[in-house]
């Protein structure tokens, strides 16, 4: 099983541009979320879902965008990007949802830069 | 607003020694913690799950205590070596939330 893969590994990005980091899970996960990890402060959750065609926000949503069509995958959008994007973005899936006390699997990240 | 603390940004120790990571919450009702360790460059690799109800965790060197009252989780390995440097996250979620809180890790060198 590959796991929870994530593409491109580095991006460069200027201000203004679009762009999309993908994400794709081989574990049948109906879980699955987006981080930005930032020094001095953590994993933040910017959106999650449970399930094929459903989605919600997580605790900093703006700028970015997902959609869940498949099972497999969740792609992050990046509408026009900004130097405050500048970031280390992780995929995450799981089994089960938090409220049942299962473990995050996560993808290797992308290193996003924002000129 | 709800909040994750871990003690120290850093923390260095002698190989052999015990380590101890701290997490702190406020505002919060967790029914469970986990305990994640990040090598550079490479995503958060799932430890150890306490709930709310127990009180230790064991596996292998590691050990995780969960105090409800004082709001807080202590990570500790024994016998420490150096493959242990990383950074270790702790997080908290609950029945009713989608959401998990991440702390924002300690980084921990194990000198030789």
């Known amino acids: 099983n590959a796991g929870v893969t994530q593409t491109p590994k580095f991006q460069v990005l200027k201000t203004g541009q679009s762009m999309t980091l993908q994400c794709a899970q081989d574990?049948?996960?109906?879980?699955m979320s987006w981080y930005r990890q930032d020094p001095g402060m953590g994993l933040r959750l910017i959106h999650y879902s449970v399930g094929a065609g459903i989605t919600d926000q997580g605790e900093v949503p703006n700028g970015y965008n997902v959609s869940r069509s498949t099972t497999e995958d969740f792609p992050l959008r990046l509408l026009s990007a900004a130097p405050s994007q500048t970031s280390v973005y992780f995929c995450a899936s799981s089994p089960g949802t938090p409220a049942t006390n299962e473990k995050l699997f996560f993808g290797s990240g992308t290193q996003l830069s924002v000129l | 607003s709800q909040k994750i603390e871990q003690n120290s940004e850093a923390l260095n120790i002698q190989e052999g020694k015990t380590a101890t990571l701290t997490c702190n919450y406020t505002n919060y009702s967790p029914a469970y913690l986990q305990w994640y360790r990040q090598d550079p460059g490479r995503g958060p690799v799932f430890l150890l799950l306490i709930r709310e109800n127990e009180k230790e965790k064991r596996k292998e060197r590691l050990k995780v205590t969960f105090d409800t009252t004082l709001k807080q989780s202590l990570f500790h390995i024994t016998a420490s070596q150096p493959a242990d440097s990383a950074t270790y996250l702790c997080?908290?979620?609950?029945?009713?939330?989608?959401?998990?809180?991440f702390g924002t890790g300690t980084r921990l060198k194990v000198l030789a």
């Open positions: 997080a908290l979620g609950s029945p009713g939330t989608y959401k998990y809180i």
């Open positions: 574990m049948n996960h109906e879980y």
